[in-house]
C-alpha cells in the first residue's frame, strides 16, 4: 500500500491541524495517524489504496497539506514514501 510520512512545519500547532488533517485524510479515503511533535512541528502518516485513485488521494493530501488550515501558517512540507505492509484502521490523532 501506497504510504507517506509527513513533517510539516511553520505555525501549525494550536490552529487546529491535527484535526483537520483527519477531517481532510478522511475525506480523501486516506488512512493514517498525525501527532504534534515537540519541536512545534506536525508529523504523521498517510496510506492509501494501491491503485489510480489512491495515488491521486495521496497527490491530493500533500497539495492540501502545503495550505492547512484557514488559522495556520505552513512554512514547509516534508514528504517521503515509505515501506509499510500492515494497514492502518482509519486516520487518527496521536498524542
Request: glycine share 16%; charged share 15%; hydrophobic share 35%.
Given at each position: 500500500m501506497p504510504t507517506l510520512s509527513?513533517?510539516?512545519?511553520?505555525?501549525?500547532?494550536?490552529?487546529?491541524f491535527?484535526?483537520?488533517t483527519q477531517m481532510t485524510a478522511h475525506s480523501l479515503g486516506?488512512?493514517?495517524w498525525v501527532r504534534n511533535m515537540p519541536?512545534?512541528?506536525v508529523e504523521g502518516c498517510?496510506?492509501?489504496a494501491d491503485d489510480a485513485r489512491g495515488h491521486e488521494a495521496l497527490k491530493r493530501f500533500q497539495d492540501l497539506l502545503?495550505?492547512?488550515?484557514?488559522s495556520?501558517?505552513?512554512?514547509?512540507?516534508?514528504v517521503q514514501r515509505v515501506d509499510r505492509a500492515e494497514a492502518?484502521?482509519?486516520f487518527q490523532v496521536r498524542m
Open positions: 509527513f513533517r510539516v512545519t511553520g505555525r501549525v500547532q494550536h490552529v487546529w491535527r484535526g483537520w486516506l488512512t493514517g519541536d512545534g512541528s498517510a496510506q492509501a502545503r495550505q492547512g488550515p484557514p495556520a501558517l505552513v512554512c514547509d512540507v516534508l492502518y484502521n482509519g
